[in-house]
Nanobody, 122 residues
């Protein structure tokens, strides 16, 4: 079992930055794939980024490449999402997810956090 708790969301102006954190419980954190998804009002949940166990070559949504950076600290059971140059279209609830498949599909992730709101004002 893996339990996930996100933090770090908030309100920021366009062009600003936020860093999201996701702390995982459970002994298997270092073995799972971690991902971030987001869901804007009235839209389906969308893949943002995923990182493998080793942290090499993360997979990013095209629209966030060069602006968002994912990292993980297996010793702290934590994954981070650094978001720079934020845009109003990045506004959404951001969810941390964990699973065993390196995938862009939400169905491939077995564990989910409760979500944290990110609002970017223009």
């Amino acid at each position: 079992q893996v339990q996930l708790v996100e933090s770090g969301g908030g309100l920021v102006q366009a062009g600003g930055s936020l860093r999201l954190s996701c702390v995982a419980s459970g002994r298997t954190f270092s073995g799972v794939v971690m991902g971030w998804f987001r869901q804007a009002p009235g839209k389906e949940r969308e893949f943002v980024v995923a990182i493998t166990r080793s942290g090499i070559s993360p997979l990013y949504l095209d629209s966030v490449k060069g602006r968002f950076t994912i990292s993980r600290d297996n010793a702290k059971n934590t994954v981070y999402l650094q978001m720079n140059s934020l845009k109003p279209e990045d506004t959404a609830v951001y969810y941390c997810a964990a699973g065993w498949v390196y995938s862009m599909k939400s169905a491939d992730y077995d564990y989910w956090g409760q979500g944290t709101q990110v609002t970017v004002s223009s």
